[in-house]
């Protein structure tokens, strides 16, 4: 089941790259830009039902000055998540992307910190499947918090999958898990019959 398929233009298309995230598959550039989507067979996904918050985390939402906000800014989480050494985020994706936010596929998390946005995360929704992609921080706990609302979010609408792609210690101490991609295209079928929003 791992699958690759080396992304052209015509991938591309909003409605190629829904049909692509619907299957299961995410795109991710190279060092050269060239993009391939992936399909593996292990996937990485938090349960809605049953996540994790660190008890230090929780301690720290409850005192911190963050505010946040859905969707008000979602090409500058793209973007800053992008600014880094390494990034998959290539400027081809993020034309791509474009069209995605446009169509209501792509929503993001932003928060602040007097009224400056420090952390954040973006994914791709499908039915009651969020596809998260990325996230970035600026401060101490600004991504670990926007995944907080994150999760909070999907569970207020009635989603049913939160994908992750892969399995990192940071997602781990969240409740993530790994499952088989006949377990995850199940969530997937299960997901897609929910009429569901993220606004």
């Keep these: 089941m791992n699958e690759n398929y080396t992304s052209s233009k015509d991938l591309l298309t909003p409605w190629k790259m829904i049909l692509l995230y619907s299957r299961g598959a995410f795109p991710m550039a190279d060092e050269t830009g060239k993009i391939d989507w992936y399909l593996p067979e292990i996937r990485t996904i938090i349960p809605l039902d049953n996540y994790n918050v660190p008890r230090s985390l929780r301690k720290f939402m409850q005192k911190c000055d963050f505010t946040y906000s859905y969707d008000e800014h979602p090409l500058e989480v793209i973007e800053n998540c992008a600014n880094r050494e390494k990034t998959w ?17 792509l929503h993001s998390v932003e928060v602040y910190q007097n009224k400056q946005l420090v952390g954040g995360l973006y994914g791709v929704t499908y039915g009651g499947a969020f596809f998260g992609e990325s996230m970035f921080s600026k401060v101490s706990q600004a991504s670990k918090a926007a995944l907080i ?22 997602l781990k101490m969240f409740g993530a898990i790994e499952i088989s991609f006949e377990e995850f295209n199940q969530l997937l079928l299960k997901s897609y019959s929910k009429n569901v929003s993220f606004n």
């Design 89 to 105: 985020i290539s400027k081809e994706l993020i034309e791509a992307y474009k069209n995605l936010i446009k169509y209501k596929y």
């Design 149 to 170: 609302k994150l999760i909070e979010r999907l569970n207020e609408k009635g989603f049913v999958l939160l994908d992750v792609q892969y399995q990192t210690p940071h």
